[in-house]
Antibody, heavy 124, light 107 residues
Framework: EVQLVESGGGLVQPGGSLRLSCAAS????????MSWVRQAPGKGLEWVSV???????YYADSVKGRFTISRDNSKNTLYLQMNSLRAEDTAVYYC??????????????????WGKGTTVTVSS | DIQMTQSPSSLSASVGDRVTITCRAS??????LAWYQQKPGKAPKLLLY???RLESGVPSRFSGSGSGTDYTLTISSLQPEDFATYYC?????????FGGGTKVEIK
């Protein structure tokens, strides 16, 4: 069974750091497009970051320079290192696997499997 | 960034009703659109991708259509388990962006 389990959330003071983990089972993280998506309390979904199978990474402008996405192939785990945290980073953080299909000369990636999420609260 | 505008933001419907939710992109996205269902306290669940392709295991009462900038999610006969919030998301370009959500409530 394909499964994603996030961990590492918690309460942190503004300016602090936290590392989120996303343990995968049933598939290989390094062979897939993997994303982090967050949801602030009572708000909608916001994409945060992605790492492609080839290793390329991209970030939302709101976290660029503060967050780093990475993976450990030996542990089949995705990470999100979050530094210089702000109150507006408070959210449930989900990891998601990307599937793709080919069309019109390129690949299209969509998120098919999501973890249950881990809660990050940034507050003094 | 591509902006995704969903409407309505909420609706009230009865079991058995036909429900339609629309999503408009700020530019053409070539059917690179997914629909998700989210229940309170739960992770989003993929319903459709490529605008109209049903994800495995999703009931056939869910369908999607559209092209260019305008897309629609239709629930043909609303069931009790369908009361939730629905999000559209474009994956045509990075960053992928979500609509604001449509909350489907019981009338």
């Amino acid at each position: 069974e394909v499964q994603l389990v996030e961990s590492g959330g918690g309460l942190v003071q503004p300016g602090g750091s936290l590392r989120l983990s996303c343990a995968a089972s049933g598939f290989t993280v390094s062979s897939n497009y993997m994303s982090w998506v967050r949801q602030a309390p009572g708000k909608g979904l916001e994409w945060v970051s992605v790492i492609y199978s080839g290793g390329s990474t991209y970030y939302a402008d709101s976290v660029k320079g503060r967050f780093t996405i990475s993976r450990d192939n030996s542990k089949n785990t995705l990470y999100l290192q979050m530094n210089s945290l702000r109150a507006e980073d408070t959210a449930v953080y989900y990891c998601a696997r990307g599937m793709y299909y080919y069309g019109s000369g390129r690949n299209y990636y969509y998120m098919d499997v999501w973890g249950k999420g881990t809660t990050v609260t940034v507050s003094s | 960034d591509i902006q995704m505008t969903q409407s309505p933001s909420s609706l009230s419907a009865s079991v058995g009703d036909r429900v339609t939710i629309t999503c408009r992109a700020s530019q053409g996205i070539s059917n690179s659109l997914a629909w998700y269902q989210q229940k309170p306290g739960k992770a989003p669940k993929l319903l459709l991708y490529a605008a109209s392709r049903l994800e495995s295991g999703v009931p056939s009462r869910f369908s999607g259509s559209g092209s260019g900038t305008d897309y629609t999610l239709t629930i043909s006969s609303l069931q009790p388990e369908d009361f939730a919030t629905y999000y559209c998301q474009q994956y045509y370009s990075t960053p992928p962006t979500f609509g604001g959500g449509t909350k489907v409530e019981i009338k």
